[in-house]
C-alpha cells in the first residue's frame, strides 16, 4: 500500500533521502520496499539537492586565541598618572592599581 507521506515535512523526507542514499538500491526499488510514491520521494531528493546548491558558503572563521598574561611588579612612575588601555577601554589612575586588579581586567574585558 503506497502511504502519502508529503505532509510530513523536511525532516521525514531528508530522513528519507539519507537512507536511500545509504541504502544503494534505486529510488524505484527504494520507494516500494518502504510504501512510499516514487514521484514524491524523487521530488524530495530534488528539492533537497537544490537546497544544497543554494545554501549560501559558510566559511571558518578563525577563533580569537588568548595569550596568558603575567602580572609582573613594575616600578611605579615618580610622579603623574598611570594610563591602562586594553581594546578599546582607557583608563587613568594617580597609582598603579595592584597588578592582581588589571588581570581580572584584561579577562573580563572582550577584545574589540
Known sequence: ???????????????????????????REFSAKHGLKLR????????LKQDLK???????VKRARFIEVTP?????????RVRICLGA??????????AAYVLQLAR????C
Open 1 to 27: 500500500m503506497q502511504l502519502e507521506k508529503r505532509d510530513l515535512g523536511r525532516g521525514y523526507w531528508a530522513k528519507q533521502v539519507g537512507r536511500l542514499t545509504r541504502s544503494g538500491l534505486s529510488a
Open 89 to 98: 577601554l582607557s583608563m587613568e589612575f594617580e597609582t598603579p592599581p595592584p
Open 40 to 47: 514524491t520521494l524523487q521530488w524530495w531528493r530534488w528539492r
Open 72 to 80: 609582573q611588579l613594575a616600578v611605579a612612575p615618580a610622579a603623574g
Open 54 to 60: 543554494d545554501a549560501p558558503v559558510r566559511r571558518r
Open 108 to 111: 573580563e574585558v572582550t577584545p
